[in-house]
Structure formats: structure tokens, C-alpha cells
């Protein structure tokens, strides 16, 4: 079917504000691929470019820039050189696109591009540099799309880009997560995340730390051994007593807590490894020197990379992930604000919320 000259799509207004309006339909390039949007969901970046607190720089005029970096759809049209994918396949999006030019890049570590944010470049961040997928249509290149399998819905593809960045976190250890003990701070969609799959690749034990009850237990669900709610036993404590006094081979800081980079160190053993994957609000103190005398090796990511987003289809594809549990509210694109709303002030549980953007026309949901 011939494609519309307009579409609907979200764009980015004054600071905390956020509106559908109708926008041109983007074009492919040469090496592009144009998504029919089905499925986009909300993160914690998303309320920060709400906010405008994102961008150092104010941000993109109010009514030009469209955001999302979490989506899955259907090809409708592709470039001229573009052969890896076709028309009707369904595909979810990699937010990170580097340059392919700097030595990061040219080392796979395209996430952390010396070239962010400067297009002429070839970098692209899907919603965070250029326009993303809280639209009827999105605009992506081709090395950026990773097609579903059958078995894999909308809802599930969509958070599959959150797990992208777990798999990214525990690509930075030197040894595979089999038989080891795992400490996860911070119950939000990527700590659950990452306790699910923590435990589907074969830690002996995972423990997970937080401070609400109802995220917890899905932790628990999600193959968390232990569980502790930060607010009514010392996590520290809980967690080295679990590891007969040990401490853990692996912790995950996922909730950006400014204290919670210190209890992470204090979690892990000696010549553990300690991964910062939450983004903080303020400056974070911590007893480095704790690390140093402990040989305790502390690595960062930022998004999913090198790759991890296809390793966590992969899983998916076996059976092994349910990414469609996390997903707790549903709302159109015209209902936007009230989505952010939900979201930002987790309303009756959200954990992820998700814009159904367009009707299936069929695939799976």
C-alpha cells in the first residue's frame, strides 16, 4: 500500500511538557530502513528529555523533536543499498548507532562514540539525537533493526532493548556468569531484567535489593534466591551472609541511588567486580579506597552495545526470557502525557508502560 505524506508522532514541547501533533513522513536514505511503529515504551531517559534536563544544551526547538529509543514494528520501506532486511519484516530497534568512524567505534564500543551527537558524523541515538519511535513511523539505519522471530510479541521485542543493556553490563566481566553469586541493586525494570537473566545463564545464586515489596516478589519470580527490602534489614549484611561472608562475584548498581555505589562495593568480595548501569541524579560518594584495598574492579555502561541486543533475542527466541511481564500498562499515542505521567509516578505499579502506537495488522502483539 502507498505510504501517507503525514503521520502522527510525539514531540518534544517546553521543559515537562509533551504533545502528539502531525509531522511529515520521514524518508529513507540509501542505508535506512522506515519502521512502522507498533510498540514504543518509557524509560527513566525519557522523563529526563521531558524535563529537558537530558540535553546540556536546552535541547531541540519545542515541536521538532520526537522521542523514544524503546520500539519494535514493521519494515515499510527500505534504502536503495539496504538488502539485510524487507518490507513486512517485524523488528525491533538498537537505540545506539556510532559514528563507524572513531577508534571506539572501530573497536565495538559504539555506545560510547567520540563522536556523540554530531550527525554529520554518522552518529545517531534513536530518540535522543535524532528522532525516534514515539511515532506512527520511525526513521533508523539498517545496523540498528535485529529481526523478531515468530515466537517474540510486540510487547516482549520492545522490552528486549532493556535487555540489551543487561547483557551489555555482564559483557564487562572476564568470566561467564555460570556459578557465580550475583547481587543486584535496585528492582526497577533493568535490575529485574537482569535477575532473570543472571539466573537463566546459570549463576549459582542472585540476590536482589530494594525497597518495594511489590517489585521484589516479581524479583523472586523472575529467579531471585534472595530478596531484601533495603528499609527493613541492612543490605550489605544480607547479601555477605548469603555468600558465607564472602561477598558476591558480581554486583549490579541499578537504581542510581547516590548510596547505593558504596553498598555495592561493600557487597562484592575481594577482586570482585562491581557494574554501574543506573544513571545518578547528583554526585555519588563512596569509599573508593575500600575498592582499592579489595581489588574490587568497578566498570560502567551506558545502553545496550557490542552487540547484546541480538544475544538477548537469542534468548528470548528459546523461551528463556518473559520480558512481556514487566509490561504493566498500556495507553494510545493521543494519551501520551498521561503515559509519562503513570510512568514517572509509578501508578498502580507501573514498572514498564507502553504506547500502542499503531494496530497490529495481524503480527503478534
Known sequence: MPLPETMQAVVLGEPGTIATTTLPLPR????????????????????????????????PQPGTFVPGHEYAGVVVAVGETVDELRVGDRVVTEAHRGCMRCTNCLSGRYTDCLNYGRRHTGHRAQGMTVNGGFAEYALNHVSTLHRLPDSVGFDAAVVLSTVGTVMHAYDTLDSLLVGADVAIVGPGPIGLLATQVASELGARSVALVGTREARLAVGARFGADLVVNSRRQDAVTAVREATRGVGADVVLECSGAPSAVDDALRM????????????????????LNHAVMNGISIDTVRGEGAGSLARAIALAARGRL??????????????????????????DGAIKVMLDVSEDGGELG
Do not use: W
Open 268 to 287: 562484592a568480595k575481594r577482586s570482585g567486580r562491581v557494574v554501574l548501569v543506573g544513571f545518578f541524579e547528583e554526585p555519588v560518594r563512596a569509599d
Open 322 to 347: 518473559r520480558t512481556e511481564e514487566l509490561v504493566t500498562h498500556h495507553f494510545a499515542l493521543k494519551d501520551v502525557s498521561e503515559a509519562f505521567d503513570t510512568y514517572a509516578e509509578r501508578r
Open 28 to 59: 529513507p536514505g540509501p542505508e535506512d530502513v522506515l519502521v512502522h511503529v507498533r510498540r514504543a515504551s518509557l524509560c527513566g531517559t525519557d522523563l529526563k528529555i521531558r524535563s529537558r534536563r537530558f540535553f546540556p544544551d536546552g535541547g
